[in-house]
């Protein structure tokens, strides 16, 4: 035996290996969580690209979210659509998209209502909701070609709810923001905070009933903007319109994010910080 064994020492340390490296193929990597982003512009801008306009093009603070986050660890996938309000990105089937690639152990966070403020039967974009966090709903024609058919319209809050509900039933952990503040300003304040009977208000509702995690990232982005004055806000974050930041204030957005998830010791997103 001890003679078998010297002569085909090769051979066995040969088989040896194959059978190690077999062992290894076959046991399949654990796969990382992945982080989600949906919303409006302020979070993904147009193609992502800040209108080939660098800094001062329009950028969503979904843009600079990775380099907070360890990716070696964690995916990040920013997919929200500007445009798109809570109704609309459910409509395009976008939201199906996402929902399809969620799996146990993944977040999401999500920030709606920029563009949740219009007619219900706009015929133009189709993406107004009922106001509030009810159960109120009304039926209308989607002209939309993507739906071209009668559709029941529900409230802000029936459709924040819905993404909720059925990320947390895929096994992710849902975080709610509340809408970034539009540069508005009425004596030397900045006038775009959503604390009542509005966006921000209701985000905050539906996490209460969901249970999901809240940034009020409208408050948190307003207490900044007083303090900075109208002045410096208007010339360093804004160029093009009231709403959609240049790099310097998707930055400043995105800071608030980060604060928003740290400010939750409990919310397992944290181990993935950088």
């Known amino acids: 035996m001890k003679s078998f064994i010297h002569k085909n020492t090769g051979l066995l340390m040969l088989m040896l290996a194959i059978v190690a490296l077999s062992s290894f193929m076959f046991v399949k990597p654990q796969d990382k969580p992945t982080f989600y982003l949906i919303g409006d512009s302020t979070v993904k801008n147009g193609r992502d690209d800040g209108q080939k306009m660098g800094p001062d093009g329009q950028w969503g603070w979904g843009h600079y979210i990775h380099e907070y986050f360890d990716t070696t660890r964690i995916n990040i996938e920013n997919d929200a659509l500007g445009g798109t309000s809570s109704r609309s990105f459910i409509n395009m089937g976008l939201w199906d998209k996402v929902l399809a690639k969620i799996k146990p152990g993944d977040f999401i966070i999500m920030q709606f209502g920029h563009n949740d403020n219009g007619p219900l039967d706009d015929t133009a974009r189709a993406r107004g909701t009922i106001k509030g966090v009810g159960d109120e709903q009304k039926e209308v024609f989607n002209p939309m070609k993507y739906m071209k058919k009668q559709e029941v319209v529900h409230s802000y809050g029936w459709y924040m709810r819905k993404y909720i509900n059925e990320a947390k039933a895929k096994g992710a952990t849902a975080i709610i923001c509340s809408p970034i503040p539009r540069n508005d300003w009425k004596d030397g304040k900045a006038t775009s905070r959503n604390m009542k009977d509005s966006y921000g208000a209701w985000s905050k509702e539906v996490a209460v009933q969901t249970g999901a995690y809240f940034i009020d990232l409208n408050t948190m982005v307003a207490d900044d903007y007083d303090k900075e004055g109208e002045e410096k806000v208007r010339s360093t974050y804004f160029h ?24 939750y010791p409990d919310l397992a997103l944290n181990k993935y910080l950088k």
């Open 240 to 263: 093009a319109d009231h709403t959609h930041t240049i790099e310097a204030g998707a930055r400043l957005n995105c800071k608030f994010v980060v604060d928003g998830i740290k400010s």
